[in-house]
């Protein structure tokens, strides 16, 4: 049914950028509110941003604000997220989810989530 598949993860140097994608398969995607987490070794898995279905609302994690930001193209059924002036605490598997409830604005909880990607690792060297 719903597959979602991640892209772009890779190593670079702090300060660096890496712009990550998340294709959906379906016509599932134009109805989902979309997410990314990240989980690093030893922590739990965070909350990075969201998007709403019409990607008109946003939500991002203190801790990337103003550095990160999350997009998508429902024509092509894919999500971004744009990680500019990385840092080393940014290394970690990323995730990309959806969430199908369309009555609820992006969440931050991973409970929310319906569907989730396989996960591409970032590393930031320091």
């Known amino acids: 049914q719903v597959q979602l598949v991640e892209s772009g993860g890779g190593l670079v140097q702090a300060g660096g950028s890496l712009r990550l994608s998340c294709a959906c398969s379906?016509?599932?995607?134009?109805?989902?509110?979309m997410g990314w987490f990240r989980q690093a070794p030893g922590k739990e898995r965070e909350f990075v941003a969201a998007?709403?279905?019409?990607?008109?609302?946003?939500e991002f994690a203190d801790s990337v604000k103003g550095r990160f930001t999350i997009s998508r193209d429902n024509a092509k059924n894919t999500m971004y997220l744009q990680m500019n002036s990385l840092k080393p605490e940014d290394t970690a598997v990323y995730y990309c989810?959806?969430?199908?409830?369309?009555?609820?604005?992006?969440?931050?909880?991973?409970?929310?989530?319906?569907?989730w990607g396989q996960g591409t690792q970032v590393t930031v060297s320091s």
């Open positions: 989810a959806a969430d199908i409830n369309r009555r609820r604005p992006p969440t931050r909880w991973a409970y929310d989530y319906d569907y």
């Open positions: 379906g016509r599932t995607f134009s109805n989902s509110a």
């Open positions: 998007i709403n279905w019409r990607g008109d609302s946003t």
